[in-house]
């Protein structure tokens, strides 16, 4: 009969006596375990923003004063973040630690360390995957909203349709509708004007020189006051650009936030699911 020596920490068989070395050829990491929590984990994260983009968008309404405000959307999409981070990953992290294969004759502190890191590693590959599965979703909805066999000048007025689209479109306004098109030469290069403009964070005495003739040949206006709508529209396009610049360091702000907390649920979970499975006793 096999006898068992027990310590504060875990029982030595006779088998574990006679193979002291056995620890040292079993890996640290059950990939296996990993990979399944980490799917799970990646899974449920879609499922639950699918989830939160339905109801988000179900209480929103086009008409105003109707449906919830804008604030009141953005602190439930937050709040909704981070609840579904903490539940992906801490279901995640327990089945990575209650799938694992048992460690024999290894130190209870080594075998938390272990369940802990497991879990890490499961809610870092469920992060790739749900960013690679949404960055690949984009990139489709981008390509199929693409214009197919567009000629150069529709190509080169799509290509204005952007965030500073409507401020270009402000420059070329004139009391006098006609049915002429608008030239998307001109459009073009004026986007590119402001785009460069933006990006040093003030309009050059010679651009806005140049674009107060351009607008004013194409809309009929005297230079002074093409001048005036210049540098409007430019003011409006950097406090734009500042508005959407303070959004994205403040959604930034609170991902990072959800990410570390799903690490920390990931982790957490992964020794309870781990602790559980230890206990399970062989039938």
Do not use: C
Request: aromatic share 8%; charged share 15%; proline share 2%.
């Amino acid at each position: 009969m096999e006898s068992n020596v027990a310590t504060a920490d875990y029982v030595e068989s006779h088998s574990e006596r006679l193979y002291p070395n056995r620890e040292a050829h079993s890996s640290g990491v059950s990939w296996g375990a990993v990979f399944g929590g980490a799917f799970v984990a990646a899974a449920v994260y879609l499922i639950l923003l699918a989830l939160g983009a339905g109801l988000g968008l179900s209480a929103v309404s086009p008409w105003s004063n109707n449906g919830a405000s804008a604030s009141t959307i953005s602190g439930m999409a937050i709040v909704w973040l981070l609840i579904i981070e903490i539940i992906a990953s801490g279901m995640g992290g327990y089945l990575t630690g209650r799938l694992r294969t048992k460690w024999a004759a290894i130190h209870t502190d080594e075998v938390y360390f272990r369940d802990t890191a497991n879990g890490f590693l499961a809610w870092a590959v469920a992060l790739v995957i749900s960013v690679t599965f949404l960055a690949s979703a984009a990139t489709t909805m981008m390509a199929g909203v693409a214009p197919l066999g567009a000629d150069e000048g529709a190509g080169i007025a799509a290509a204005t349709v952007d965030s500073n689209g409507y401020f270009v479109d402000t420059l070329f306004r004139s009391d006098q509708i006609t049915a002429e098109e608008r030239d998307p030469a001109a459009q073009a290069e004026a986007a590119r004007i402001l785009m460069n403009s933006l990006r040093q964070g003030q309009i050059s005495p010679v651009d806005q020189e140049y674009l107060a003739q351009l607008t004013a040949a194409k809309t009929g206006i005297s230079v002074p006051e093409a001048n005036q709508r210049v540098a409007s529209m430019f003011a409006n396009a950097m406090q734009a650009a500042d508005t959407a610049r303070k959004a994205t360091a403040h959604l930034l702000l609170w991902l990072f936030l959800s990410l570390l907390m799903g690490a920390f649920s990931a982790s957490y979970a992964a020794t309870i699911g781990g602790r559980q499975r230890d206990h399970v006793k062989a039938v």
